[in-house]
């Protein structure tokens, strides 16, 4: 089995093991004890904050170990929004965080707080002119990933840092995603991440909050972990998360390199090798192990179940999946296609061979989907009518969009087709279609029982 998801989360690091099973004998015991077992394991969690510390680009006293990289978001969130709770209530994110900061936000909002969403362009990327924008006098804390954790686009952050400074708004990074490839750069205030997305062990974040950064933690109070985290430290898990994002920063650039070259194979053969797919995400600014693409008339749910049964772990944005009748809010922000989506996230120690069998089983997996859903294979001599309407309703995707694939051939030149659909994803993938094919998205109106979205053919 290939495994390609470290985005979801990468497999143990050998380094992150071995830190385990030694600190699981040494670590064990009470770190705030005086006694020599505690002094013991003192000095492994002092050890392992400042080698964090050290990768995070902070002083230790600024970091704090935490239970996963989302707590640390709720957390910093919720406590720099505290802390600054005289300022104002407002809070700037952007349309594509993780669901974690997205969840956070929610939970100041329903409390009476406001909320101002930055939306991005089609790679997945805010402009810091619109970002500064968003930022109000009662602005009390902004937030932005580092990278996008579904197409890799690395966004901004030292131009949008550099904004939030001058008005003097603090920034959260979710650096989660880009932490295990270098520091984040710009003038930052607090900064979250996660240990098993870069070859740590579940169950431990980090959560960092600059001096001089105004800061109520809530909650019962905690003497552990300056306050930040509460109950008692995971010291084994805490000393394995640490010498391994030292071990994969210090092999970084030269992992990167090669993986990049590996992502880019993909993102330039997949479109040659799989008819109607579109590569998302921004090809040049990006995160070197990820790329992510969307193919038509495809069912994403299937698509990951045959490539699984092909041996290939893969992960989707798709709104097709089990987990949710939805579009990906990343890819729906973005503007780009939702179905069919799928996203390759390579491990360390990726080999040329793998991702050839890859390329090599991807195009007929799609083709199997495409047949099993009935998708249109060519263009055939119809009788044109001025104008038709399709019943999609009941629907999911991507059938609506194979729907009208089958008749837009069916009307002249200028003639129209609505699609009547109920899901939701049709918003998303019916324009996006019209841009791949090159025909024009008039625009969409309430029907009965759901919505009609109207193409007009250009070709």
């Avoid at 040049?284 to 992510?292: E, F, K």
């Avoid at 009941?394 to 609506?400: A, D, M, S, T, V």
């Avoid at 087709?417 to 019209?434: F, H, K, S, Y």
Wanted: some cysteine.
């Amino acid at each position: 089995m290939t495994y390609f998801d470290v985005a979801s989360s990468a497999p143990l690091h050998p380094v992150a093991r071995q830190a385990l099973q030694a600190s699981l004998d040494e670590g064990w015991a009470d770190p705030a004890r005086l006694y020599r077992e505690g002094r013991r394991a003192r000095m492994l969690l002092d050890a392992a904050r400042e080698a964090a510390a050290d990768a995070v680009g902070c002083r230790p006293d600024e970091l704090s170990f935490t239970s996963s990289g989302t707590r640390a978001v709720h957390s910093g969130i919720a406590g720099a929004l505290a802390g600054r709770r005289r300022v104002g209530r407002h809070l700037v994110v952007s349309a594509v965080e993780h669901s974690s900061v997205l969840h956070s936000a929610a939970a100041h909002e329903a409390d009476g707080g406001t909320v101002t969403e930055v939306g991005v362009d089609r790679a997945g990327a805010v402009a810091p002119d619109a970002y500064a924008g968003a930022l109000r006098p009662d602005t009390a804390l902004a937030c932005l990933q580092s990278a996008n954790h579904e197409v890799g686009t690395r966004q901004p952050v030292t131009e949008v840092a550099a904004a939030c400074s001058a008005a003097g708004v603090p920034l959260l990074v979710d650096a989660a995603q880009s932490l295990p490839w270098g520091p984040v750069d710009g003038d930052w205030s607090l900064l979250t991440a996660s240990a098993h997305k870069w070859g740590g062990p579940a169950g431990v974040g980090l959560l960092v909050v600059r001096k001089g950064v105004r800061f109520a933690a809530q909650g019962p109070a905690d003497e552990r972990e300056s306050g930040r985290a509460a109950g008692f430290e995971n010291i084994p898990a805490v000393v394995a998360a640490a010498a391994s994002l030292r071990a994969v920063r210090a092999e970084a650039d030269a992992d990167g390199a090669r993986l990049r070259e590996l992502t880019e194979r993909i993102r330039a053969r997949v479109p040659g090798l799989v008819p109607d797919v579109e590569v998302v995400g921004d090809p040049v600014r990006r995160l070197p192990h990820l790329v992510t693409f969307s193919c038509l008339y495809v069912d994403g749910e299937t698509v990951l179940h045959e490539l699984d049964r092909a041996g290939f772990s893969v992960s989707s944005g798709s709104s097709c999946t089990s987990s949710t009748l939805t579009p990906s809010h990343v890819l729906k922000a973005m503007g780009v296609l939702s179905e069919g989506n799928v996203r390759v996230s390579l491990p360390r120690g990726t080999q040329e061979e793998e991702v050839e069998r890859f390329l090599e089983v991807l195009p007929g997996v799609v083709a199997g989907v495409r047949e099993q859903l009935g998708a249109p294979v060519a263009a055939a001599s119809r009788t044109e009518s001025a104008s038709l309407v399709v019943d999609a309703l009941g629907k999911r995707c991507p059938l609506p969009v194979i729907e009208l694939a089958k008749v837009i051939g069916d009307v002249p030149v200028g003639g129209t087709v609505t699609v009547l659909a109920d899901d939701e994803a049709a918003r998303l993938d019916i324009p996006a279609w019209c841009e791949m094919r090159g025909q024009e998205y008039v625009g969409e109106k309430p029907a009965d029982h759901g919505t009609a979205y109207v193409v007009r053919r250009s070709s």
